[in-house]
């Protein structure tokens, strides 16, 4: 199996059943839905394919909403794509009306009141770049540092500017609701800048009564600021490197990679690397060298998840894009299998140092008595999240009566999800299990694997049995 996760955008490319069933037949293991594309009702037509698929499919598989957040966008321009040159001047207004290339607007009701003197003004992922020289009332004059031809409705990015716009948008709350009311597993919360934000979306959730995990989407310096208590705060964490790249030196990115695994590592997070992982491959059916060795890299710093954008969406080749990057996470995996990097510490709640401390326990166990397996039994998926997180050798086969939990299980390295009715007692479990492994081949009768349990079984918090276990014996 591919112990690292594999998330695809769902779009136009791969929205028919002919399409997604190879998709998980090839490791997809996270569809996503990208709100800043499309209408609800598209949405939830590609939903409605997926579903239909994933009804009749054994490998577990999720779904992440992917809200829109603030997008600062430019009006319109006439005509459009007139050339900026370096050194001219521009006039940004905080109003969105019909603009010209040296007078344009923005949707951006405050930009004249947040951005200062002195801010840079990035337009279209940067390839525009403008620095504001002064101010007057409602108009921001602005001289062009890199120049080309301006487009209409490009998208703005402020890397000096402490934007007062909310983190979630009234377009945003709409998703929400429409996420709650479709069942997806994950929400991603875009331009995150500190912890409260990931609150209010948690406390919206908690009010619903639904229990959608929440991930926070890294891609602002405030953000990485506020690092450590984001990851918290947080379900599950995404490097957004696309608008990271332009908010940051692009040399940093790298840099900014490790330190959001290395941090979601120690603090028992599951982490997504996405953006431009295999850019090429929205053209061609062949990647770069330098995407593989991108990805490659990524999964060497010990990433739960690796994310497809429009290469699955929108390019020609989306199956062969998900084959290609599974291929490269099972070669990548193999050599970690045999290099000895290592193991961090994980830093947990104080209510959960014994499930913990239990969980790093079971990979010495699987060392020692070379096991081929370990079996979970978890009812929220707390126990097995921290298990992942220890970087087993072998495969993590866990057990749930809630269908939902396997769902969000799909997220987590390593980590086969099984959707199976509570068991009478640890006996029975074990039946179940051997059964299962048995039946797949994963097993030979007399090879040992861990079972890690509790009693009652079924009761959430109650894990506290580590069992070796010889395969037939039962």
Same mark, same amino acid.
């Given at each position: ?6 998330? =695809? ?42 579903? =239909? ?75 525009? =770049? ?10 921001? @004059? ?36 429409? &996420?709650?009311?479709?069942? @997806? ?21 908690? $009010? ?24 918290? =705060? ?34 028992? $997070? ?25 990805? &490659? ?77 370990? &079996? ?99």
């Amino acid at each position: 199996m591919i112990k690292t996760k594999i998330i =695809a955008t769902l779009g136009p490319s791969c929205d028919k059943k002919e399409t997604i069933k190879p998709m998980i037949d090839n490791g997809v293991d996270i569809f996503r839905l990208n709100f800043s594309h499309g209408t609800l009702d598209s949405h939830a037509q590609l939903l409605e394919n997926l579903n =239909a698929v994933r009804a009749e499919h054994r490998h577990t598989t999720a779904v992440m909403g992917d809200l829109c957040g603030p997008k600062i966008r430019i009006g319109r321009i006439q005509p459009d794509g007139e050339l900026l040159e370096v050194g001219d001047e521009v006039i940004i207004i905080h109003r969105e009306e019909q603009g010209k290339v040296t007078r344009f607007g923005t949707n951006y009701e405050s930009f004249s009141k947040d951005v200062e003197v002195g801010h840079r003004v990035f337009i279209d992922d940067g390839q525009i =770049a403008l620095r504001a020289i002064r101010k007057d009332g409602d108009q921001t @004059v602005c001289e062009v540092l890199v120049g080309g031809p301006l487009h209409s409705r490009k998208g703005i990015n402020l890397p000096d500017t402490n934007v007062s716009i909310p983190s979630i948008t009234e377009r945003d709350w709409e998703c929400v609701d429409w &996420a709650i009311q479709h069942k @997806v597993e994950f929400l991603a919360l875009s331009f995150v800048r500190s912890a409260d934000e990931i609150n209010q979306l948690k406390d919206y959730l908690k $009010k619903a009564e639904t229990d959608i995990k929440v991930v926070a989407k890294i891609e602002t310096p405030q953000a990485l600021t506020h690092l450590e208590s984001i990851i918290k =705060a947080s379900d599950a964490v995404l490097v957004a490197r696309g608008d990271l790249g332009v908010e940051m030196d692009l040399a940093e990115v790298p840099v900014i990679q490790k330190r959001i695994t290395q941090s979601c590592r120690r603090l028992g $997070k599951p982490v997504i690397v996405a953006t431009q992982m295999l850019q090429s491959m929205i053209d061609s059916p062949v990647a770069t060298r330098a995407e593989v060795s991108d990805v &490659a890299n990524a999964i060497m710093d010990l990433t739960d998840a690796v994310m497809l954008s429009g290469e699955t969406s929108v390019g020609k080749y989306p199956l062969k894009a998900a084959q290609t990057i599974g291929r490269i996470a099972r070669v990548t995996e193999e050599y970690l299998h045999q290099d000895e990097h290592a193991r961090l510490t994980t830093t947990t709640k104080d209510e959960l140092i014994l499930t913990s401390a239990i969980a790093r326990s079971i990979d010495q166990i699987v060392d020692d008595i070379s096991a081929k397996l370990v &079996a979970v039994w978890s009812q929220t998926g707390t126990t097995v999240r921290l298990l992942s997180k220890e970087r087993l050798n072998v495969p993590v086969l866990a057990v749930s009566s809630n269908q939902r939990t396997c769902n969000q299980m799909s997220l987590l390295y390593g980590v086969i999800p099984r959707c199976q009715p509570i068991p009478e007692d640890n006996k029975k479990f074990t039946q179940i299990v051997d059964s299962f492994i048995i039946n797949r081949k994963w097993v030979q009768d007399g090879d040992k694997i861990v079972l890690l349990t509790g009693q009652p079984i079924g009761t959430a918090g109650a894990t506290n049995a580590v069992i070796v276990h010889t395969v037939g014996d039962v």
